[in-house]
Nanobody, 127 residues
């Protein structure tokens, strides 16, 4: 089972940028069906931010389209999230997730028990 490690969170002013990186320990990273970034703000449910399938299909939450860019690198075994034009409402703990098999990962679902999670990294957008 893959282990995931996130890095790159921090404090940034509104309008600023941050880049998150997730590194997988799995030698089968290129075959992991869904890699994704989720986030969870206090009092809110965990929600999808962006995801990439093993076939390269990319999905973004409507709230981040045009501001965030997700990149999957199968050689480096990484999933990066470039976040630009950050807003205060982007403040949350961001989690990297892997859902390995197509049969169990038909959709992006934060409640899917088959998801593997990183430890999370805090992103705070505040002036």
């Amino acid at each position: 089972q893959a282990q995931l490690a996130e890095s790159g969170g921090g404090l940034v002013q509104p309008g600023g940028s941050l880049r998150l990186s997730c590194t997988s320990s799995s030698n089968m990273f290129r075959h992991i069906y869904r890699m994704a970034w989720y986030r969870q703000a206090p009092g809110n449910q965990r929600e999808l931010v962006a995801g990439v399938t093993s076939g390269g299909d990319i999905t973004y939450a409507d709230s981040v389209k045009g501001r965030f860019t997700v990149t999957r690198d199968n050689t480096k075994r990484t999933l990066d999230l470039q976040m630009d034009r950050l807003r205060t409402e982007d403040t949350a703990v961001y989690y990297c997730s892997a859902c390995e098999a197509f049969a169990y990962c038909r959709i992006y679902d934060p409640t899917n028990e088959m998801n593997i999670w990183g430890q999370g990294t805090q992103v705070t957008v505040s002036s």
